[in-house]
């Protein structure tokens, strides 16, 4: 049986963790419960361990989305990717650093609507790294899908603003349906700056014309009471209280 490993990419380092787990998808309900190893390391070449078989997931710390809306003809999906790959090679020139999926949000009969999310990450290094030590790739996350998908299920809304804080850094998602539409990513979090880089994501938001009205605010793992109790008065607003690491689930 393949063993599952996760490394963890952040802007000081990685981390790298092993767990058991079975089937081609792996949620880990619980971390401590589940791990086998621990390594915080700087450089992947620091990582002396076997990847033969190992599933690994590659987890991105601090990474924002480009997102796009695109209107698609109804073709098979491998006629669409070509599409949306060919649209992004006129957006952004040299893709050989982008990674990107999409998500089917309507369909008008005809043509399709869809979410196109992509990502610019210059650390492939590390992939081909790990693969040619043995490493089988099952995907590379956002860590901002994991934290959604964890917390999407107790969020009533349809249409919301995620705010969370994680490992240092301040993340918004403007959602629709419990899919990403729009997002910014502020690091380093300091907290006396909160109102006013919400009040940018909110602008950016109207620019982009994903809410008509400003709908409610989801907070997560801010823990500063002074803080959410600044931002209830100005906003309709509910917090969700700290994260749990140790149950947070990998996909």
């Known amino acids: ?16 963790k092993e767990v058991l787990g079975k089937g081609f998808i792996v949620r880990v309900t619980n971390m401590n419960k589940y791990e086998k190893s621990d390594i915080k390391i700087n450089d992947i070449r620091q990582l002396k361990v076997n990847f033969k078989k190992k599933n690994l997931f590659i987890i991105l710390d601090g990474e924002e989305l480009y997102i796009k ?6 073709l098979k999906k491998e006629k669409i990717y070509e599409i949306i790959r060919s649209e992004l090679e006129y957006r952004f020139k040299n893709i050989d650093n982008i990674m990107f999926t ?3 949000i309507k369909d008008n009969g005809s043509n399709l ?5 992509c990502l610019n990450w210059s650390r492939m290094d590390l992939v081909e790294d790990c693969v040619k030590r043995g490493a089988k790739l099952k995907g590379i996350y956002p860590i901002q899908f994991c934290i959604l998908d964890n ?3 107790i969020i009533k809304e349809k249409k919301y603003i995620f705010t969370f804080l994680y490992k240092g850094i301040l993340y918004f998602l403007a959602c629709s349906d ?11 979090f300091i907290e006396k700056n909160f109102m006013n880089e919400l009040d940018k994501f909110r602008t ?11 709908p409610k605010i989801v907070l997560l793992n801010l823990s500063s009471e ?4 600044n931002i209830k008065k100005l906003y309709k607003c509910y917090d969700l209280g700290n994260i749990c690491e140790d149950e947070i689930q990998f996909v």
């Not at 809306?69 to 109804?74: G, Y």
């Not at 997002?183 to 380093?188: A, D, E, G, R």
């Open 151 to 153: 917390y999407k299920r």
């Open 178 to 188: 419990n899919k990403i539409i729009a997002n910014s990513v502020v690091k380093p």
């Open 204 to 214: 950016k938001c109207n620019v982009l014309e994903v809410f008509k009205d400003l």
């Open 226 to 229: 002074g803080l959410i109790k």
């Open 69 to 74: 809306i695109m209107i698609l003809p109804k």
């Open 1 to 16: 049986m393949r063993k599952t490993v996760l490394l963890q990419v952040c802007d000081d380092g990685l981390r790298y």
């Open 113 to 117: 609507e869809a979410i196109v999310l």
């Open 102 to 104: 999409y998500q089917i």
